[in-house]
């Protein structure tokens, strides 16, 4: 006990015995501890931003009377859900005025489910941004102080002579264990932190997945409604042709037009309505 009281030395003389290979790997490791730490909270910051601007959007988009009627400029800096919506209205706009038979909204539709699709994946890549940088630190941390602490103790040994003792092995040993020491210093934040935002970003895309949902769900019923209005006033642009036909031939059609074959069955449009 009275050795080890003596032999007691500080963190700043393990550093002095480090060679110019462990210094050069710590001077590493400090580097990406800084980046690790930097990354966890500036993805922390955005996963918080993002989600109370999805959720008030959610909020404002539950008051608005129609969905495929919102306008959104371009060039602005849309939030994930705001992005999904400027997606789903632009492949709608490219139908409008074409909606009249079910078949018409079908069309619509595979258009509308394919770009929210798309607008999900790329929300996702969104998401998961700084992830690889967390994950590379947590699985490389370890490795990049074993590297060093090899290195150390490979040259500790490489220098000893036939009457070397403990006392002289010591140092060398012992600053080459600081490599591993800072290894592991880097990694178990990192991995407390990619486990965090790496549950919150499945949460969040989740919610995104869902959203996507009830926005196909939400447009398609608007759609349906729209389609019934255009019909219904074909149908009376059609009738009041058929009764200015006789009035100005100044007597009985010789022809009636065909009448407008009327459309598929629209589920769920007196609730559009």
């Known amino acids: 006990m009275t050795v ?6 500080g963190a700043f003389w393990y550093f002095q015995q480090m060679d110019t290979a462990g210094m050069a790997v710590a001077a590493v490791l ?8 930097g990354a966890m909270i500036g993805k922390w910051s955005d ?3 993002l989600r109370r601007r999805n959720h008030a959007f959610e909020r404002r988009l539950r008051d608005e009377p129609s969905v495929v009627a919102l ?9 994930p859900y705001e992005f999904l919506v400027a997606e789903a209205v632009s492949a709608v706009q490219r139908h409008k005025g074409r909606l009249v038979r079910q078949s018409d909204v079908t069309l619509c539709m595979g258009h509308v489910e394919n770009a929210v699709q798309r607008g999900v994946a790329r929300t996702m890549v ?4 700084k992830m690889v940088l967390l994950s590379s630190l947590v699985s490389g941390g370890p490795f990049l102080g074993l590297l060093g602490t090899v290195w ?40 407390f932190g990619y486990n965090y935002l790496l549950t919150q970003v499945k949460i969040m895309t989740t919610e995104l997945e869902n959203f996507a949902s009830s926005l196909a769900d939400r447009v398609e019923l608007e759609l349906e409604g729209e389609a019934r209005r255009n019909y219904e006033a074909a149908q009376e642009r059609e009738r009041l042709l058929r009764a200015a036909a006789p009035a100005a031939a100044g007597g009985p059609a010789a022809s009636t037009p065909a009448p407008v074959e009327p459309p598929a069955v629209l589920p769920g449009w007196e609730d559009a309505q």
């Not at 080890?4 to 030395?9: D, F, H, M, N, Y």
């Not at 969104?126 to 941004?129: L, P, Q, S």
């Not at 490979?154 to 040993?173: C, D, H, N, R, Y």
């Open 4 to 9: 080890l009281a003596e032999s007691a030395k």
């Open 47 to 49: 996963v918080q931003e």
């Open 30 to 37: 400090l580097v990406c501890s800084f980046i690790g730490w």
């Open 152 to 191: 150390g103790v490979m040259v500790t040994f490489g220098a000893l002579t036939e009457k070397a003792s403990i006392a002289q092995l010591a140092p060398g040993v012992c600053g080459a264990l600081v490599t591993t020491t800072l290894g592991l210093l880097v990694a178990i934040p990192a991995t």
């Open 126 to 129: 969104k998401y998961e941004d």
């Open 71 to 79: 306008n959104f400029p371009r060039g602005s800096n849309l939030g």
